[in-house]
């Protein structure tokens, strides 16, 4: 059987015009991958127990920090304590410059990209989370 790429993101933030900017970026750079979306991690974090179910699990999740009801960090911590969810790559992609939070999640060995403001920034950004999808394969 020949391999498939996976191309499923699981993109959880509450601000509807970041999801559509990065569905936008997606689309424009590869069509084929899907953005699947919660606007919070309890939200999130039920897509991932529905998906694991299915033996269907994303390829990446990108977090944004501040979120209603679970935010970015404890949304984290749950993902970190399963053992299946665990190996999915996590992207925090967050409005925050703050260096207090980028050091946090280097210390937890998760990438930090600020949310650029301008769109051809903002498709570079779209650009390097598809490429922790791009050397996946599923069979």
Do not use: W
């Amino acid at each position: 059987m020949k391999p498939v790429k996976n191309t499923t993101i699981l993109y959880m933030d509450d601000d509807g015009d970041d999801i559509e900017l990065l569905r936008d970026a997606f689309h424009s750079l590869d069509p084929a991958f899907r953005l699947l979306e919660a606007s919070n991690g309890e939200e999130g974090l039920q897509k991932l127990h529905a998906l694991k179910q299915n033996g269907a699990l994303p390829c990446l999740i990108v977090l944004d920090l501040n979120m209603p009801k679970l935010g970015g960090r404890e949304t984290l911590r749950r993902i970190k304590e399963d053992g299946f969810l665990s190996k999915i790559p996590v992207v925090v992609f967050s409005t925050s410059d703050s260096e207090k939070d980028k050091g946090h999640f280097q210390r937890e060995a998760v990438e930090y990209i600020t949310k650029p403001v301008e769109y051809a920034l903002f498709l570079q950004a779209a650009k390097r989370l598809l490429n922790y999808c791009e050397s996946q394969v599923q069979m």
